[in-house]
Structures are given as structure tokens and as C-alpha cells.
């Protein structure tokens, strides 16, 4: 089994940061690929981003390409989501997700499907 644990979510005003964090135990080894996706209230899942834990290749929606950055530290098994100049319409729960292969692609939609997955964190942008 694969536990998930995120953290780092808060309150910002419109263009500010937050960094979230992930943090993984359990048979950390098998895992091949990891994501981030969120829901807003009233609204569907949507797919954040991916990365390849071997390889690092890294996959972003085009509403957050180019001001999130989802990165990995084998070493602390975690993985994180810088979130810069931050939207209103960036307010959400935000989960982390993980899958041993069966389900990776280069699509940040997989994640919503990855088979291991946290509780969530809070993101709240403020206009």
C-alpha cells in the first residue's frame, strides 16, 4: 500500500504563492507516476499536473502551465507543487495521487484516476 498526506494549502491574495507539499510512505518504490489534480465547489475534477518519478518528465494543464511547477524529492519521498501568480479561479481542494503503472500517461487527466490518492488540502485565492 501507498499513503499520501498533503500539506501547504492556505489563503492568498490574487498573484501570490503557495507551495504544497506531498508526502509519501508505504511502498514508495513501486509507485511509477504521480500528479496533482484539484476540485472547485460546483465544479468537475480537473487535472493539475504529472510527473514520471523515473525520468522526471513533467505534463501541466494549459490553465496552470507556466505558473505551477510540480517537482519530486526521491530522497524525502515527497513530491511538491509550486504555485505562483495565483488565480482566483485556482481556489480548489487540491489532491495528491499516485499509480504503480497501470494507469500513467502523459495526460494530467490520469491523475484523477491514479489509484492511490490523499485527503486534500485546501487552496483559497482571494481577488
Not at 46 to 54: D, K, N, P, Q, R
Request: charged content about 15%; aromatic content about 12%; glycine content about 12%.
Amino acid at each position: 500500500q501507498v499513503q499520501l498526506v498533503e500539506s501547504g494549502g492556505g489563503s492568498v491574495q490574487a498573484g501570490g504563492s503557495l507551495r504544497l507539499s506531498c508526502a509519501t510512505s508505504g511502498f514508495t518504490y513501486s509507485i511509477k507516476c504521480m500528479g496533482w489534480f484539484r476540485q472547485a465547489p460546483g465544479k468537475e475534477r480537473e487535472g493539475v499536473a504529472v510527473i514520471y518519478t523515473l525520468g522526471g518528465n513533467t505534463y501541466y494543464a494549459g490553465s496552470v502551465k507556466g505558473r505551477f511547477t510540480i517537482s519530486q524529492d526521491n530522497a524525502k519521498n515527497a513530491m511538491y507543487l509550486q504555485m505562483n501568480n495565483l488565480k482566483p479561479e485556482d481556489t480548489a481542494m487540491y489532491y495528491c495521487a499516485a499509480d504503480r503503472g497501470p494507469l500513467c500517461s502523459p495526460s494530467v487527466a490520469a491523475a484523477l484516476w491514479y489509484h492511490y490518492r490523499g485527503q486534500g488540502t485546501q487552496v483559497t485565492v482571494s481577488s
